[in-house]
């Protein structure tokens, strides 16, 4: 199995604002095609949604916001996945949604995520299976739903929405989960 890391340091910023740029690694050109395109699929994921939150935001503030997390990602992701033909999503060690749970691959890479402060991985497995992960850092608007101290009417809704919910208790700049990318062997981008 070939294995590549992208290491960065600890990224702190706004999902589609901390997206940065990257030196290039020495890999092979049809990896590296892979991993720009991955690249560019997380960039309009992350615009995409940041978009729709700040809108939820402005009209109705943090509340309004927990349904475009709920219902709006999902869509962008599954949009993203048919106009790519990469499977698209996120996905986190602590999720809000049981439809969001790592795989054990995701699993073992969240995990790499803080332990050796990385914000981005891509594999090759030897099936031709391409993976990729970038970490969604907590900035400070995520706060709101996803930190330790929840305002009430906000607690009321995400207990609405997600009863199962373990996605609270994050301080500034930890790794709230990843945008992840999984290219079938026999695509090219």
């Known amino acids: 199995m070939r294995i590549m890391y992208i290491m960065?340091?600890?990224i702190y910023g706004l999902i589609g604002v901390s997206l940065l740029v990257l030196p290039q690694a020495v890999i092979a050109d049809d990896e590296s095609a892979l991993l720009l395109k991955s690249r560019?699929?997380?960039?309009?994921?992350?615009?995409l949604l940041q978009a729709e939150l700040q809108s939820a935001m402005a009209s109705g503030g943090p509340v309004a916001a927990i349904s475009v997390c709920k219902?709006?990602?999902p869509r962008i992701a599954a949009d993203l996945s048919n106009s790519s033909g990469a499977s698209v999503r996120r996905t986190s060690l602590q999720t809000r949604n049981a439809n969001n749970e790592p795989d054990d691959w995701e699993f073992a890479v969240l995990g790499r995520f803080d332990a050796l402060e990385t914000a981005e991985y891509i594999e090759v497995a030897e099936n031709g299976v391409t993976r990729y992960?970038?970490?969604?850092?907590i900035a400070p608007p995520c706060l709101s739903c996803h930190g330790v101290e929840i305002a009430p009417a906000i607690q009321e809704?995400?207990?609405q929405a997600y009863p199962h919910d373990r996605a609270r208790g994050y301080e500034l700049g930890d790794i709230r989960g990843a945008f992840s990318i999984s290219w079938p062997a026999d695509q090219s981008p």
């Not at 560019?40 to 615009?47: F, H, K, R, S």
């Open 40 to 47: 560019e699929l997380v960039a309009e994921y992350a615009t």
């Open 157 to 159: 809704k995400l207990d």
């Open 71 to 73: 219902d709006q990602a």
């Open 8 to 10: 960065l340091n600890r």
């Open 133 to 137: 992960m970038k970490a969604i850092p």
